[in-house]
């Protein structure tokens, strides 16, 4: 997941660089997402994932 988040940031960058506002903006905004739902995913399994079973 995070992958796809740093692909899309740097489809940004390159797109900002080359002048493509638009495109550049939607990227952005696509990574922007994609990083928090990675954030919150993370976050979640740290928490979750920690707890003993109890038999």
Do not use: C, P, W
């Amino acid at each position: 997941m995070m992958n796809y988040a740093i692909t899309f940031f740097i489809i940004a960058i390159v797109a900002a660089v080359l002048g493509f506002t638009n495109i550049a903006g939607s990227a952005i905004d696509i990574a922007k997402m994609l990083f928090v739902f990675f954030l919150i995913i993370s976050i979640a399994a740290f928490i979750f994932g920690r707890r003993k079973v109890v038999v």
